[in-house]
């Protein structure tokens, strides 16, 4: 018999995964780097005011930009810099703290923010191909690599509902929808799990690691 070469088959699924993520991230950066261009943002600049739009009502740190977007403060500050310029972005001393900056969008800022957020779309339509079971399943894997990026330390505090203080995890009998959010007091169907919420708080360490498991064991005693 012949020498056996690898095969493409013999790679693990966790690789096919990994390659697939890599290719989705590609996908939104090219995306965004052509919305960009056209527009003469940075995919950079496009993060940013999409952050901002998230948080409309609210002003945002720089300081927290920055750690959202796990880039650097410097890097945020050149690229707020060029938004303020482009009357994009509002910059202001925070009255608490005369040392923080907060950052807010102006009216153009807002229109600019939902076209340069059109990119996400591409991906949308991919992920609306997936059945509700599938796209709840995804979700659910989301969550987890989500949750281990932040044990490892890659990013940075993601306000999804496994670490709300709000979240009870399987606390209703009804298989649809076995969560709770404390915060709206409904019940939540995995479909329904926040990976950025607004009105996420975080719980003590001890608490969340709790409630952790009790998310991730809910599902497999299922
Ligand atoms: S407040 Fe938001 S993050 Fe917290 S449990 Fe409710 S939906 Fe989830």
Redesign the pocket.
């Known amino acids: 018999m012949g020498k056996r070469l690898p095969m493409q088959s013999e790679k693990t699924i966790v690789d096919h995964i990994t390659v697939g993520l890599g290719k989705i991230a590609t996908a939104l950066r090219s995306q965004a780097w052509e919305g960009g261009t056209a527009r003469k943002l940075t995919p950079t600049q496009g993060q940013i005011l999409a952050l901002l739009a998230d948080r409309a009502t609210k002003a945002v740190r720089l300081n927290d930009v920055a750690g959202e977007l796990c880039l650097t403060a410097a890097t945020v500050s050149d690229a707020v810099t060029t938004l303020v310029e482009k009357k994009l972005v509002k910059k202001e001393r925070s009255a608490e703290d005369r040392r923080a900056l907060l950052l807010t969008l102006t009216a153009a800022g807002l229109l600019e923010a939902k076209q340069t957020t059109g990119w996400t779309e591409v991906v949308q339509a991919g992920v609306k191909s997936l059945t509700p079971d599938e796209q709840a399943v995804f979700l659910r894997g989301l969550t987890k690599v989500m949750h281990s990026l932040q044990e490892q330390g890659v990013v940075s505090v993601t306000?999804?509902?496994a670490g709300?203080?709000?979240?009870q995890p399987y606390v209703h009998a009804d298989a649809v929808r076995p969560h709770h959010?404390?915060?709206?007091n409904k019940p939540?169907g995995e479909g329904q799990?926040?990976l950025d919420?607004p009105?996420?708080?975080p719980g003590g360490e001890a608490d969340q690691a709790r409630r952790w498991q009790e998310f991730v064991g809910g599902w497999e005693g299922r």
Do not use: A, K, P, Q
């Open positions: 306000r999804m509902c709300c203080t709000y979240f959010c404390g915060f709206v939540l799990l926040r919420c009105d996420y708080i």
